[in-house]
């Protein structure tokens, strides 16, 4: 049992997978992430800042797939998904490519950096965490346990 947190602008009691216009860095799905700070600055996008609370009962049988920090594996599954490509994993773990690690994603991806030079860029400030609860089978791992309001800095 773990303990995750999703941020947004409402508490949502029962998780969904929205198919957005937007590719994410693992595909659709509903993104959480074990660090509570992390989600807090997800919420403070919104005008009403709300973060969920669940408990995870990973199950064993699901097509998990976890990224151990970030790779060239990691790299190419972000490229891939943020190009509009699916998979098919149930749950998707790792680090998150931020809005500045993106940039250079989008600029190695657009051939103005090389990968090597993605690379030296793509240190990040704070550790990042997500997990990509991606079908309705993986959705069934989380227990809602309320919600907090996430207060003004």
Known sequence: MMTVYHGGYTPIE?????????????????????IKEQAQRWARRYDTKIVSIYEVRMDTSLDIKEFQGMSEEWLDFIIACRSGKAHSHDIVIGAMADDQIYNYISDYMDGII?????????????PTHQINFCTQDALKCLQYRGHEEVQEI
């Open 14 to 34: 029962k998780p969904e997978i929205r198919m957005g216009r937007n590719t994410k860095d693992f595909g659709p799905g509903f993104y959480c992430t074990i």
């Open 114 to 126: 090389t990968r090597e030079q993605f690379w030296v860029l793509a240190k990040f400030k704070y």
